[in-house]
């Protein structure tokens, strides 16, 4: 069964910087597809970049572009978000997030997430 731990959240003021890391445990290979997520206080759950491990293709939501950088490091099972520029808007509970048994369709889709870490708090203040 595959576990999933995240930390690295907090609080930092707008065009700063954190770096999230989800280290996962258990049978990885089920899950080609891991990633990040995101929700904000009163909004619906949002992709937020997705990498697929096969061809280590990844995937953004557009209003993160240009300033997160997902990441996969299979030795040390990890998925990394680093996350620059950081706004307001970018403030709610980040979750990791892996789906099987393909990254595609809809990969920053919500609702073909297979398996939730228990989020991590990032507070970007103005």
């Known amino acids: 069964q595959v576990q999933m731990a995240e930390s690295g959240g907090g609080s930092v003021q707008a065009g700063g910087s954190l770096k999230l890391t989800c280290v996962i445990s258990?049978?990885?290979?089920?899950?080609?597809?891991m990633g990040w997520f995101r929700q904000g206080a009163g909004k619906d759950r949002e992709g937020v970049a997705m990498?697929?491990?096969?061809?280590?293709?990844?995937y953004y939501a557009d209003s993160v572009k240009g300033r997160f950088t997902i990441s996969r490091d299979r030795a040390k099972n990890t998925v990394t978000l680093s996350m620059n520029g950081l706004k307001p808007e970018d403030t709610g509970i980040y979750y990791c997030?892996?789906?099987?048994?393909?990254?595609?369709?809809?990969?920053?889709?919500?609702?073909?997430?297979?398996?939730w870490g228990q989020g991590t708090q990032v507070t970007v203040s103005s």
């Open positions: 997030a892996a789906k099987t048994p393909f990254c595609e369709p809809r990969p920053l889709d919500p609702d073909t997430i297979t398996k």
């Open positions: 258990g049978n990885t290979w089920n899950f080609p597809c």
């Open positions: 990498f697929r491990s096969s061809t280590s293709h990844t």
